[in-house]
């Protein structure tokens, strides 16, 4: 299958800095990305679609301002936390998918963001 | 995309098979039945998927009823690698939206 790679695995950083996270799928060309975050004890939430030369697609109630995705390559999407604040701690991950539907998809290891 | 039930949990022993059960009984005719597993501090993994045939790779078996309204994610013989969080997700094979929608799915405790 695919690998996704993702960086930093982990970050720790101060309230209202902003953060970059990259995402990249390393042995093909996506197309598109996922972008999804998880808090503890809880399931996947989908971020946005991130589509490359476009712009990416937010699920309803994710702050497009706030959340930043670019998608400029076929290998890379970086995802920017704005303005962090302690609520946005969370892991987040990313997939892409791989298929002629794309129906598998496969998932970076994560980074776990901490916004003191 | 619709909507599985799982249970929030299960055990198993080391070696022995699992059978971790998914309810999906509103599956459309053009829904894929995927099964990704999450480990501890780690990012989903793809394990299988099917149609209506069952299913068998290295990692898994899928056992898919006869009319779709459930299936079965058989581990042939559980080992404490294989303790992770089983989610069972429907996904419609057509048009572009590829997304994946997550349910809580089914923690696996495996006992040595």
């Known amino acids: 299958g695919a690998v996704v790679s993702q960086h930093p695995s982990r970050v720790i950083c101060k309230s209202g800095t902003s953060v970059k996270i990259e995402c990249r799928s390393l042995?093909?060309?996506?197309?598109?990305m996922f972008w999804y975050r998880q808090f503890p004890k809880q399931s996947l939430m989908l971020m946005a679609t991130?589509?490359?030369?476009?712009?990416?697609?937010?699920e309803q109630g994710v702050e497009k301002d706030k959340f930043l995705i670019n998608h400029a390559s076929l290998t890379l999407s970086t995802l920017t936390v704005t303005s962090a604040h302690p609520e946005d701690s969370s892991f987040y991950i990313c997939?892409?998918?791989?298929?002629?539907?794309?129906?598998?998809?496969?998932f970076g290891p994560g980074t776990r963001l901490l916004v003191l | 995309d619709a909507k599985t039930t799982q249970p929030n949990s299960m055990e198993s022993n080391e070696e022995e098979p699992v059978h971790l059960p998914c309810n999906h009984s509103?599956?459309?005719?053009?829904?894929?039945i995927h099964w990704y597993r999450q480990l501890p501090s780690q990012g989903p993994e793809y394990v299988i998927h099917?149609?209506?045939s069952n299913v068998n790779n290295r990692m898994a078996s899928l056992a898919i009823a006869e009319d779709r309204k459930s299936s079965t994610l058989i581990l042939h013989r559980a080992t404490l690698r294989d303790a992770a969080v089983y989610y069972c997700?429907?996904?419609?094979?057509?048009?572009?939206?590829?997304?994946?929608?997550f349910g809580k799915g089914t923690l696996l405790t495996v006992n040595p």
């Open positions: 997939s892409t998918g791989q298929g002629l539907g794309q129906e598998t998809q496969y």
């Open positions: 042995d093909f060309q996506a197309t598109t």
């Open positions: 991130s589509n490359e030369g476009s712009k990416a697609t937010y």
């Open positions: 509103t599956i459309s005719g053009t829904d894929y």
């Open positions: 099917g149609l209506t």
């Open positions: 997700i429907l996904r419609s094979s057509g048009g572009s939206n590829y997304k994946l929608t």
